[in-house]
């Protein structure tokens, strides 16, 4: 039987034991008042862990997370901070392999604390801002604690979560985690102008949040029959949809419909999304399969890096001490753009970093290999577009030094003497 609370009378020591393990879905689908309630008792609880892949609430704060252990794929939103405090441990996986992690048991779930919509007629809740892993969490976990959002939108998809599988459902009315759009740099406008070029009718695009991808948005309102599968989709496409450039008329599959896994926006992608049947919430199982992605034509996939070395490795994860990234959904969708017929997987990044006086095409990355050269295709920065696909090492190099800001040409020529003279 389903507990029914509201928020200042919910006691998780009614549900949770000492060493219990929580699942609680990520970004926008953040169910904050669980996540508040635990950090105020978790200590009274006892030897309590957590697994959270991304936040942006702000409500994850260092001395937040001392009350209890705390993993994550990586340090992206607010997560950062407690990478820098010591606070969180890194489970380096892609974001396609959470929920089979969690069904296998190596991401422990004993509890799941999930953000819902309000019921419909039959008693179903959507999960509304998130699909990705939610699913499997709540399939794995003895106990369900839903945050039940008066605010949060219904989403039609893959899943549903009846009521009665919630042990206990915490009723509030709170605007739900909001990713307000970011600015836009001169830098992100000419990195976006290139990375456009590689955008025809009748594309389908992959791409995250943030001010780069924005800005890409902003150029493909004269586009015509766009489509969209991506792990996230933020604002922007409420846009083109308006603008009449996303329609997905021409997707080989799941035509007419946007698929993603994750709104990470703000209110007016919220209520675009409510009930819209041109809005598809689906697993990762689905979003990120290769099954799926390979029936993808003209499918173009934009992802994001701290560096790219010389010969196309690419670090999206790690620079020097500071863990400031996360695998994610990049070498999925790396893959998949550079195998569609028709399509491209772009890596998009500044040339330079910290105000110009680092080089972020590098002789030898200052992190881990996220992404391999071999996966490679296009290296977009405002300076140009270093198409690596089919490319031996030597020439590589070239067209990459082409792309870094002319300041570290000279010195990125001199370290790559050595791979053009070899040829490796």
């Not at 006691?11 to 219990?20: A, C, Q, Y």
């Not at 892949?53 to 994850?60: E, K, N, Q, R, Y």
């Not at 950062?80 to 405090?85: C, I, S, V």
Request: aromatic share 4%; with cysteine; hydrophobic share 40%.
């Amino acid at each position: 039987m389903t507990l029914r609370t509201e928020a200042a009378g919910l006691d998780l020591g009614r549900f949770l034991r000492r060493g219990d393990r929580i699942v609680w879905g990520q970004a926008c689908g953040e169910p904050t008042t669980l996540v508040e309630a635990l950090i105020a008792q978790a200590e009274s609880i006892g030897d309590l862990s957590a697994f959270a892949a991304t936040s942006f609430s702000g409500i994850l704060t260092p001395d937040a997370a001392a009350k209890f252990t705390l993993s994550s794929m990586g340090a992206i939103g607010a997560l950062r901070t407690l990478t820098a405090a010591g606070r969180l441990s890194v489970i380096p996986c892609h974001v396609s392999q959470v929920g089979p992690m969690i069904e296998q048991g190596l991401i422990g779930c004993d509890v799941a604390f999930v953000q819902v919509s309000p019921a419909d007629a039959n008693g179903n809740h959507s999960f509304g801002l998130i699909s990705d892993f939610v699913q499997a969490a709540v399939a794995k976990a003895r106990v369900v604690i839903a945050e039940v959002n008066e605010q949060v939108p219904f989403t039609l998809g893959d899943g549903v979560l009846p009521g009665s599988k919630i042990d206990c459902a915490v009723h509030v009315s709170r605007t739900p985690v909001e990713v307000a759009p970011a600015k836009i740099s001169d830098t992100d406008l000419a990195i976006a102008r290139i990375v456009a070029g590689y955008i025809d009718d009748g594309s389908v695009l992959q791409t995250g949040v943030g001010a780069t991808p924005d800005a890409i948005l902003r150029l493909l309102h004269d586009r015509r029959d766009l489509g969209v599968h991506s792990g996230m989709i933020g604002d922007g496409l409420v846009d083109l949809v308006e603008a009449g450039a996303i329609t997905n008329a021409r997707k080989t599959i799941d035509t007419g419909v946007s698929i993603t896994g994750a709104l990470i926006g703000t209110k007016r992608l919220y209520e675009f999304v409510q009930r819209n049947p041109q809005i598809g919430m689906r697993k990762t199982s689905y979003t990120h399969s290769e099954a799926t992605l390979s029936q993808l034509t003209q499918l173009i996939t934009i992802n994001s890096a701290i560096e790219v070395d010389l010969t196309g490795q690419v670090n999206a994860e790690q620079s020097g001490a500071h863990y400031l990234g996360g695998t994610g959904g990049q070498v999925d969708y790396v893959r998949a753009g550079m195998r569609s017929r028709g399509g491209h997987s772009i890596i998009a990044l500044p040339a330079t970093a910290k105000g110009g006086k680092i080089s972020r095409i590098t002789p030898t990355l200052s992190g881990p290999v996220t992404t391999a050269r071999s996966d490679v295709d296009v290296i977009v920065t405002e300076f140009g577009a270093a198409e690596l696909k089919g490319q031996t090492l030597a020439e590589r190099t070239r067209r990459l030094i082409a792309v870094a800001h002319p300041d570290f040409r000279e010195e990125l020529d001199k370290a790559a003497h050595a791979i053009q003279h070899r040829g490796f």
